[in-house]
């Protein structure tokens, strides 16, 4: 079993900064893949960014260039590092793990999620 902590969302101006961190409990030797998540209202959730085992990462198009992903085993936490953002950033995220062997975005993919932090944007 894997539980995930999410921390470190808030409100923010446009242009500003955050940084997400996602404390990961339990076997994670299982796990390959981790990843960020968001959902607004009214939207489905998509992928923002994910991260494998091997240092290798994704990141949808909206973000890259803006958002970093990376991870500190030795912690067990995963963060989000979000520059420049914007009020079409503002939703809630979710960290979520997932045991597939690959690189992947895809919520079908995922098992294992934390309870979500919002991050709000304002102009």
């Known amino acids: 079993q894997v539980r995930l902590v999410e921390s470190g969302g808030g409100s923010v101006q446009a242009g500003g900064s955050q940084r997400l961190s996602c404390s990961v409990y339990?076997?994670?030797?299982?796990?390959?893949?981790m990843g960020w998540f968001r959902q607004a209202p009214g939207k489905e959730r998509e992928g923002v960014a994910a991260?494998?085992?091997?240092?290798?990462?994704k990141y949808v198009d909206s973000v890259k260039g803006r958002f970093t992903i990376t991870q500190d085993n030795v912690k067990g936490t995963l963060y989000l590092q979000m520059n420049s953002l914007k009020p079409e950033d503002t939703a809630m995220y979710y960290c979520?793990?997932?045991?597939?062997?690959?690189?992947?975005?895809?919520?079908?993919?995922?098992?294992?999620w934390g309870q979500g932090t919002q991050v709000t944007v304002s102009s």
């Open positions: 979520a793990a997932s045991l597939t062997q690959f690189l992947t975005t895809s919520t079908a993919d995922f098992r294992y």
């Open positions: 991260i494998a085992s091997d240092g290798g990462t």
């Open positions: 339990g076997y994670i030797d299982s796990i390959y893949c």
